[in-house]
Structure formats: structure tokens, C-alpha cells
């Protein structure tokens, strides 16, 4: 066999020593694992793992020290509720609607009221608009000039022979083919525009060819009616529109 070496020997022989076995069974090592494994077996007062082993889960544990929170306890809602019946209160709330309501209704009413004041006609634009005549003091068979809208207005208050004698024209021989019924409201009141219809000058009164109306300017006749009978003239005279709201009172516009 080959010779050990002296490690050989010393290990050889420490094996066999007694001595060496119960040194190497209590090795300072062993008895430190041995010692921390016995203090971490040993439970702590103050360990949490102690605390899961007597309470349970984690979860279900429950600080002493902990207090009350608001949203452990549902929201109390008595100090706003009303002391009054709910009939009362419906009552006050239809009362407050049909007062707002009114009060809106009202608003809007001036409102518009407001605007249309300002949007209508002025006074004088009024005076304007229509004319009252006094029927009285036209005699019979005479006209009168008046002034409505800027422009002249003839009035004629006819007798009986001219009634009949507008009456008597044959309508069919007219330029502008016109009864006399169609042109008056009162047979004996003759209304109408002082304007002729050819170039808008203004025709004198009874004159003319046919006892009417006759525009110097161009020649043009008018008949008892208003009608053209003569003349470069295309149309009757113009009727305004006009009421007699009594007897005694004539009304243009």
C-alpha cells in the first residue's frame, strides 16, 4: 500500500477518537441552530403570529383602540324634515306655483304690452290715418275739398236730378264700366279721390262736358259719378274707403 500522508493520519485518527465524536455531536454551530430554533417556538405576547393563532384571520381582528366612525351608522335626517302634515306642505307649494305663474303671466303681458306701444302708429300718423267729416255742413248739391293722407278728397252732396241722372247711363258705353250703386254707400253722398287717374293732377268741380269733374291739364271729363267720359283719362276716379258711423258724420280712412 501506498504511505498516508500526515492529513491522512490526523483525520483517520480524530474519527476513531471518542472524544472527537462527542466535541464534533455539541459543535458550537449545532447549538446555536438548536437555541434560535427553541426562542422562535416560544410565542411572544406581542407577536402578530400569536394574535392570527387566538383571533383568527388577519381580517376579522379588531383594535381596541379604534372608534366610532360616522359611516358605521346610517345618516339621521330628522332635523330637516318638516313638523307640518304633507298636505299643508302641497298646499304652500301650489300656492308658490300660482303666484310665480301669475307673476310671469303678468311680466309677459307688459312685456308685449310695451312693445307694441312702440311698434304702433303715432299719434299724428293717426290724426292721419282718418278723417271725420261733418255731414252738416255740406248744403245739398255742393262738394268739399278735404285733406287725408296728403291727398284731396271730394265730397259731393248730390241731388235728386243727379242721382238720376248717374243712374241713367248706359254702362256698356263707358271706358271704365262702373254703376253708380258700386260707387257710393248713401246715393246722395259722393266720396272719392280728388286725383286723376291720368297724371295725377288735381280736376276742378262741376265743370266739364257732363257736369262732373274736368282736369285742365290734359282734357280729361268726368261725369255726376266720377266716371271718365272723355279724355286721355284710363279709369274712374278712385273711391277712398269711408263710413258713415251716424247720420250726421262721415268717416274716411
Not at 466535541?23 to 406581542?46: E, G, H, I, Q, Y
Not at 271725420?132 to 259731393?156: A, Q, S
Amino acid at each position: 500500500m501506498a504511505p498516508l500522508s500526515t492529513a491522512t493520519r490526523v483525520l483517520a485518527r480524530s474519527a476513531r477518537s471518542p472524544l472527537s465524536a462527542s466535541v464534533n455531536s455539541v459543535s458550537p454551530v449545532a447549538n446555536t441552530s438548536s437555541r434560535l430554533a427553541a426562542v422562535a417556538a416560544t410565542p411572544s405576547p406581542f407577536s402578530t403570529s400569536a394574535a392570527r393563532a387566538e383571533g383568527g384571520s388577519a381580517a376579522a381582528f379588531k383594535s381596541p383602540f379604534r372608534g366610532t366612525s360616522k359611516g358605521d351608522s346610517p345618516p339621521n335626517f330628522g332635523d330637516y324634515m318638516s313638523k307640518k302634515s304633507g298636505s299643508t306642505n302641497a298646499l304652500y307649494g301650489y300656492f308658490m306655483v300660482g303666484a310665480m305663474g301669475a307673476l310671469s303671466a303678468a311680466g309677459a303681458k307688459s312685456t308685449i304690452q310695451e312693445f307694441l306701444v312702440n311698434m304702433s302708429a303715432s299719434a299724428d300718423v293717426l290724426a292721419m290715418a282718418k278723417v271725420e267729416v261733418d255731414l252738416n255742413t255740406i248744403p245739398e248739391g255742393k262738394n268739399v275739398i278735404i285733406k287725408w293722407r296728403g291727398k284731396p278728397v271730394f265730397i259731393r252732396h248730390r241731388t235728386e236730378g243727379e242721382i238720376a241722372e248717374a243712374n241713367a247711363v248706359n254702362i256698356q258705353s263707358l271706358r271704365d264700366p262702373q254703376a253708380d250703386a258700386d260707387r257710393v254707400k248713401k246715393p246722395e253722398w259722393l266720396v272719392m279721390l280728388g286725383v286723376c287717374t291720368h297724371l295725377g293732377c288735381v280736376p276742378i268741380g262741376e265743370a266739364g262736358d257732363y257736369g262732373g269733374w274736368f282736369c285742365p291739364c290734359h282734357g280729361s271729363h268726368y261725369d255726376i259719378s266720377g266716371r271718365i267720359r272723355k279724355g286721355p283719362a284710363p279709369l274712374n276716379l278712385e273711391i277712398p274707403t269711408y263710413d258713415f258711423p251716424d247720420e250726421e258724420n262721415l268717416v274716411i280712412g
